[in-house]
């Protein structure tokens, strides 16, 4: 990943991230019975994590993981053979296609499907790291809704005392289920809970990928020249329910409204076109060209060998 | 008396709402449990009926919220905790094996803690919280475990727990959850706790089970019934402490003893009733367990359908005994 996430290649790469994320989401949410998509929050996931380099630790959350997968170069093949427990499976379908992060590539696996353990133990992630005397630095996202769980205050704390490597990231979606987080937190902004363990942090907007990339580099530049944790709110909208059935009819149309018009991927084709001056006809290019290539892996691997009891 | 065809899970509503109108002290804490209808749809109803002040949404914050149910239970509340998915016990488990199982003894009587842990678990068509913890929350004495096989006992010990006055845990199998109506009895009516239900009665073997299991027990003693073998059935209802009487009596008359549970097999259940058996009974066969490999719960539904008990295990393990 190109460092300068101004250049054109960075431009294009967080592009492709972004679309690579919706598409397999789209795909899911047809396809599946069941399925939990990151719709609106690709921003975040792809920002958050789009500056990490060999050697850093990626600890997604559970929603909108792909992405991530992919910018730490899990394959397409690889990434669909978990959705469809095909032997491309990383985990070999022990896993959830949206848990099953490679460890080889220094994503930590979601092994629980309990919210929290993953946040605390990819505290020991950096812990570690800072006391092998390496260089990696460990972001670590979660949602609104476990912002309020006791370990992440906890490691929270502790990744501040011990100085520890890394950049939390809220992936605020400002829901947990069929919860409104504000109803629910003492604060307005997650980031206000971290400034109380004296951590530096502030609420971004995570619909702007570039503000997003911007926040994150700070802080991960910070963690990695030994200033200890930042935190990070990216304000964004869960585009839908909580899952593929759930119709949320708890949003209300005014909100839905409000953040549609903020669609990540729209604004970022916007800002390419009117600050960049990259045309329409190559932004279209680039999403066909994306589209393609999700739908033929996706066939691709659907015909491919499923797991089974005798191939484990 | 009047009854009207319920699932698994709305016969646990129909209890909460007629014990809630009876008594203004009982509560429920929970995530999404108020307009949204509680996690696959447990609370429906409830809050349109009882409102904020008695239908408390909290965070997510289950080890606080267990602790804070059971503060609530210490000063004249009898509060239902819905805790999600049954996954999350072993967040919890420190409230519950450390704090609520011990108030009782360790205060001479004096501190009881008349809450409901609700929680739904095992796999199911919701695929996403596949595991069994009845085992972990069984080792340490002072907490009552139960699981319901079917609606009308669903309905009959959820009332039981809520009237308990001290702390019981209640398993709602997913399995079973949305799966075969009933006709439950419309008023309110109580199972007691710690008494298994015979649903069927046999000489050959005895067949134990709770939860899911029920289930596959009754097909599976169909299907042995037309081979001429005659099983006894006997759900355990109450996991913890579980019927010693009945399973040791159904024992002695058939001599055979097959248990089953979803819950992984090592140092499980089904080891504490054989173990329990074979003290008092001399067996005519080895006792069978069946239960999950002792191996995490895969995903891939190919995997993961090979860590539950089936019909066909059943009649191949009983079959296996008249060899
Ligand atoms: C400890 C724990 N409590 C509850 C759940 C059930 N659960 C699964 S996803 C979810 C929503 C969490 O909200 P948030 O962290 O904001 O993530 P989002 O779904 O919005 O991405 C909940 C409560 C869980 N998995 N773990
Ligand atoms: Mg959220």
Known sequence: ?312 | MSSQRLTLREAVIEAIDLEMERDPNIVMLGQDIGEFGGPLQSTMGLWERYGDSRIIETPVAEQGVVALGIGMSLNGLRPIIDLMFADFLPLVANELLQLATNLNYMSNGKARAPFVLRTRGGDGPYRAHPQNMEALLSNIPGLCVVTPGSPVAAKGLMVSAMRSDDPVVYIEPIFLYQGPKEAVPTEQYAIPLGVAAVPRTGGDVTLVCYGRTVRVMQLAAAKLGKEGIDCEIVDLQTVTPFDRETVINSAKKTRRLVVAHDAWMNCGVGAEIVATVTGEVDLAARPIRLAAPNLPIAYAPVLRDNSRPTVDNVVEAVTRMFH
């Open chain 1, 1 to 312: 990943m190109p460092k300068d996430e101004t250049s054109i290649d960075a431009l294009w790469h967080m592009y492709e991230g972004m679309l690579v994320s919706r598409m397999l989401d789209e795909k899911c949410f047809q396809d599946f019975a069941e399925w939990y998509p990151a719709f609106g929050e690709e921003a975040v996931t792809i920002g958050a994590f789009g500056s990490l380099v060999d050697g850093d630790f990626a600890v997604p959350h559970y929603r909108g993981s792909m992405g991530v997968f992919w910018l730490r170069g899990m394959s397409l093949e690889e990434i669909i053979g978990g959705l469809l427990f095909r032997t491309s499976s990383v985990s070999l379908g022990r896993l959830s296609g949206l848990h099953g992060g490679d460890f080889e590539k220094q994503i930590l696996p979601s092994v629980t499907n309990v919210l929290g353990p993953n946040v605390s133990s990819g505290t020991g992630l950096a812990m570690a790291e800072r006391i092998r005397g390496g260089s990696g630095v460990t972001v670590i996202a979660f949602g609104d809704g476990t912002a309020a769980l006791g370990t992440l205050h906890e490691s929270v704390n502790m990744a501040k005392i011990y100085k520890l490597p890394i950049l939390f990231v809220c992936q605020n979606n400002q829901y947990s289920i069929s919860s409104r987080s504000s109803k629910f937190h003492s604060w307005d902004s997650v980031a206000s809970w971290a400034a109380g363990y004296n951590l530096p942090s502030s609420q971004i907007d995570g619909n702007d990928i570039m503000a997003v990339r911007a926040a994150a580099n700070e802080g991960i530049d910070r963690a990695r020249a030994g200033g200890g944790p930042t935190l990070v709110d990216a304000l964004t909208f869960r585009m839908g329910g909580h899952l593929s059935t759930d119709k949320a009819q708890y949003q209300s149309d005014e909100e839905r409204v409000k953040w549609e018009s903020k669609d990540p991927i729209k604004r970022f084709e916007e800002y390419l076109q009117n600050s960049r001056q990259i045309s329409v006809t190559e932004i279209s290019q680039v999403r066909e060209r994306v589209q393609r290539n999700v739908l033929e892996t996706w066939n691709k691997v659907l015909a491919s060998e499923a797991v089974s009891l005798a191939n484990q």
